[in-house]
């Protein structure tokens, strides 16, 4: 028997919003592929004019002018250059993160990995010191924006070393007690070196054996954690 009217009426229906509703979900996806697109060209933009000037001294014309883009546009995705900073520093963050957990992924002794953690993090702080420029424009511009974006942060970071010191105590490497709050004092002490170091040259330009000194005391401390100061009778 041939197809009837009104099965083919229901057919020729079905096929046209099949074929809307794709086309709705393709565009989402290429909208969003574009928007991410957007998105990181105006964050390596941004990155570039923060590491060569400061945040003070960049300007959203500047951004936008740097990769053809209309001020208007920019506006759309990021509406002031706090917004843009935010994000380069998280952007930052969260690739240090990533490098950490592929760290803790290694078939390495934890000492290593602890040691591999705490270069991976000399190099955010530096990277971040540059994009900030906190020696030229002063600390307390970014101050409000570190203080914000670190405090999830920091979390992040404890939970990481937190991780490093379980597999060391569970394998007979560490002799530790309280893995987690032993990782928060690692973590607070770092920052609290970082802050003393870079405040430290906030009226003139750090040199490289300036940061080489840095990270030999950085790296000074975390031997000191490792091996401990009492001798062993």
């Known amino acids: 028997m041939g197809q009837r009217r009104g099965d083919t009426h ?77 994000s380069v520093v998280q952007h930052e963050q969260a690739e240090f993160l990533r490098q950490a957990n592929d760290t803790l992924r290694q078939k390495h002794s934890t000492d290593v990995k602890l040691l591999e953690y705490v270069r991976l993090r ?32 920091v979390q992040q970071e404890v939970r990481c070393v937190t991780q490093i010191l379980q597999e060391g105590k569970k394998n007979g490497e560490f002799h530790v007690e309280h893995p987690q709050k032993t990782a928060l004092m690692i973590v607070h002490a770092l920052q609290g070196l970082h802050m003393r170091f870079f405040r430290g040259y906030d009226q003139h330009e750090t040199t490289e054996s300036d940061c080489a000194m840095f990270e030999q005391e950085i790296l000074h401390f975390v031997n000191i954690v490792l091996h401990g100061i009492l001798k062993i009778k």
């Open 10 to 86: 229901c057919t020729v229906e079905f096929v046209v919003l099949f074929d809307y509703f794709t086309n709705r979900v393709e565009r989402t996806i290429l909208d969003g592929k574009f928007t991410k697109d957007r998105v990181d060209i105006i964050l390596r933009a941004a990155q570039r004019r923060f590491a060569s000037f400061s945040y003070s001294k960049v300007t959203m014309d500047e951004v936008a002018e740097d990769i053809g883009m209309a001020k208007a546009s920019l506006y759309y995705y990021f509406p002031t250059k706090e917004a843009i900073f935010r």
């Open 122 to 153: 000399l190099k955010l702080a530096e990277r971040l010191h540059n994009l900030s420029h906190i020696h030229q424009q002063g600390w307390h511009d970014i101050k409000p924006i570190f203080k914000d974006l670190f405090a999830a942060f």
